[in-house]
């Protein structure tokens, strides 16, 4: 089990190695899906004096020292801070012991140093050493980045990386549409897939997606990216896909 040294704030599901444990409320934090209103939540960061000197996250939890959000778009233009897109990948810094299923002890899979990418309202935010952290389950980690492009993503557990098929230009009838109007598509191609979820006995249980499929997913499922090139990608469960098409 790893550990993290840290002077300012801390988190919570970890385990401290001092005394004085003081705490404060957090920002309010806007929360939105694709097609559904998410009600303002507000988190509680615990803030932990100076006297603590370690940070080991426990079970099957990461931590994971978040990327920068985007202070510019692609034209160059400064974005506010509220119009920032909040980052969803980070540089694991510290892991904890494992899990245990049945008679079995499972070590965290992902190693100290790995970019990882992560569900967008997953874990506990946290800041010290004036840098953003979060503290997350193992399963909420959704694949590890092998380059800078999510096209090259490794997925994990029971996930499968999709390329998006792209909108149709026009109706049936002929009619141009425009990038509003245009249906969303629920098609794409498997680009990757996860070893698998963990069995009752700890074993893991290869995916009948296979790479290279195309497949029609669940409309609201996921987490979407963009590639590096602008293309569509989709990181969702296993069980979200409803069928292969041939």
Do not use: W
């Not at 980052?87 to 965290?108: L, S, Y």
């Not at 506990?124 to 004036?130: I, K």
């Not at 191609?189 to 669940?218: H, I, M, N």
């Amino acid at each position: 089990m790893s550990s993290v040294r840290l002077s300012g704030a801390g988190v919570a599901a970890v385990a401290f190695t001092n005394k004085g444990l003081a705490s404060q409320p957090s920002a309010l934090r806007i929360c939105s899906s694709r097609r559904s209103f998410r009600s303002l939540v507000i988190r509680a960061a615990t803030v932990v004096t100076p006297k603590y000197t370690s940070l080991k996250p426990l079970g099957d939890r990461v931590l994971v020292k978040l990327s920068s959000a985007e202070e510019k778009t692609v034209g160059g233009i400064l974005l506010p801070s509220t119009a920032q897109t909040k980052p969803q990948g980070g540089e694991v810094v510290a892991v904890g012991a494992g899990r245990t299923i049945g008679d079995k002890k499972i070590e965290v899979g992902i190693e100290i140093g790995a970019q990882v990418v992560y569900s967008k309202y997953a874990g506990t935010e946290v800041e010290f050493n004036d840098s953003k952290h979060l503290i997350l389950k193992e399963d909420d980690i959704i694949g590890i980045l092998k380059t800078d492009d999510v096209k090259d993503m490794k997925p994990l557990n029971d996930r499968v990386l999709i390329k998006v098929a792209e909108a149709e230009d026009k109706t049936p009838g002929g009619l141009i549409l425009t990038e509003t109007t245009k249906e969303k598509p629920s098609i794409g191609t498997v680009v990757a897939v996860g070893p698998g979820p963990l069995d009752e006995e700890g074993k893991r249980q290869p995916l009948s997606v296979p790479a290279g499929s195309t497949v029609l997913y669940s409309k609201y499922a996921g987490s979407e990216f963009k590639g590096a090139d602008g293309t569509g990608y989709i990181v969702l469960r296993a069980s979200d896909v409803m069928a292969v098409l041939s």
